[in-house]
């Protein structure tokens, strides 16, 4: 019973390099999300999805991209790493009321 | 557009001690409400839930109530224990209807981090 399985947990990048975070679900969900959680600020949707094929900015969105070509996956991508994208990410999914997270993954921008 | 206020934090409370953190809302229309918990290391995870004005949710101790009133859903628990310390994350989801009878996205608090003292 995975639910909604993040990779890596953490990782370093250096300025300017680029990199996947990986996120999955098992729960055959339709909605799926893209958060950052920085120290004191919250949460901050940075994209989201409503199916498979479908994608939509949230509200931090630059920077990033995402894609949804199945409904397991739900990838972000970093192409062009910069100190203010160090942040802890956290991937959801969601049936009706409840959205389910994942660990988050730790990164770090030097 | 919709926003979620909660108090600051961090608070510290003694074992058995009464809990209460505040939360406020704005919102068009009538959103579903949420509590989610975050322990140390891990992700959120849903404490209760209130889809409705009047609603009471309640889940380990812990209670909020649904009121449209004061667009308010505070969070209680009569008597912390130290298992309790974690970040608390006050939530709403956008109106249904807004979306054509699809759920609208989350919006979170800033959240507040409790410590319970033995």
């Known amino acids: 019973n995975a639910g909604v399985t993040q990779t890596p947990k953490f990782r370093i990048l250096k300025i300017g390099q680029s990199m996947t975070l990986q996120c999955a679900q098992d729960?055959?969900?339709?909605?799926m999300y893209w958060y950052r959680q920085d120290p004191g600020m919250g949460l901050k949707l940075i994209y989201y999805?409503?199916?498979?094929?479908?994608?939509d900015k949230g509200e931090v969105p630059n920077g990033y991209n995402v894609s949804r070509s199945t409904t397991e996956d739900f990838p972000l991508r970093l192409e062009l790493a910069a100190p203010s994208q160090t942040s802890v990410y956290f991937c959801?999914?969601?049936?009706?009321?409840?959205?389910?997270f994942g660990q988050g993954t730790r990164l770090t921008v030097v | 557009g919709d926003s979620v206020t909660q108090m600051e934090g961090p608070v510290t409370l003694s074992e058995e001690a009464f809990l209460t953190i505040n939360c406020t809302y704005t919102?068009?229309?009538?959103?579903?409400l949420f509590w989610y918990v975050q322990y140390p290391g891990e992700g959120l995870q849903l404490l209760l839930k209130?889809?409705?004005?009047?609603d009471k949710g309640s889940n380990k101790g812990f209670e909020a109530t649904y009121r449209k009133e004061t667009t308010s859903f505070h969070l209680e628990k009569g008597s912390v224990q130290v298992s309790d310390s974690a970040v608390y994350f006050c939530?709403?989801?956008?109106?249904?209807?807004?979306?054509?009878?699809?759920?609208?996205?989350?919006?979170f608090g800033k959240g507040t981090k409790l410590s319970v003292k033995p």
């Open positions: 959801a999914s969601r049936w009706r009321a409840e959205a389910f």
């Open positions: 729960m055959n969900h339709n909605y």
């Open positions: 999805s409503v199916g498979a094929g479908i994608t």
């Open positions: 919102a068009t229309g009538y959103p579903s």
């Open positions: 209130a889809t409705k004005a009047d």
């Open positions: 939530a709403l989801s956008e109106p249904r209807e807004r979306y054509g009878g699809s759920q609208g996205n989350l919006i």
